[in-house]
Nanobody, 121 residues
Framework: QVQLVESGGGLVQAGGSLKLSCAASGRTFSSYAMGWFRQAPGKEREFVAFISRSGGSTYYADFVKGRFTISRDNAKNTVYLQMNSLKPEDTAVYYC??????????????WGQGTQVTVSS
């Protein structure tokens, strides 16, 4: 199993930036593909970004392309989400997820507790 703990959320003005981190513990971090998801109040959870086990492949939801960047440091057992040009509609709880067989938007077995991101207009 792997345990995931997100951090880095907060309140930011529109146009600002935040960097989320997700620290993993447990089994070998590099065995897991990683993803970020988000859930806004009253809405379903949605996919944000994916990164492969090695970090060599990434994939993004259309609504974050060019603004968000996912990365990972396997030596530190951490995955990141750099969020730039934030918009009020980016307000949500952001979750990281892990899966040994995960592929972009599906196949995640482990989830963190989430971190709140609030973007003011």
């Amino acid at each position: 199993q792997v345990q995931l703990v997100e951090s880095g959320g907060g309140l930011v003005q529109a146009g600002g930036s935040l960097k989320l981190s997700c620290a993993a513990s447990g089994r070998t971090f590099s065995s897991y593909a990683m993803g970020w998801f988000r859930q806004a109040p009253g809405k379903e959870r949605e996919f944000v970004a994916f990164i492969s086990r090695s970090g060599g492949s990434t994939y993004y939801a259309d609504f974050v392309k060019g603004r968000f960047t996912i990365s990972r440091d396997n030596a530190k057992n951490t995955v990141y989400l750099q969020m730039n040009s934030l918009k009020p509609e980016d307000t949500a709880v952001y979750y990281c997820a892990a899966g040994e067989l995960a592929g972009t938007t599906y196949g995640y077995n482990y989830w963190g507790q989430g971190t709140q991101v609030t973007v003011s207009s």
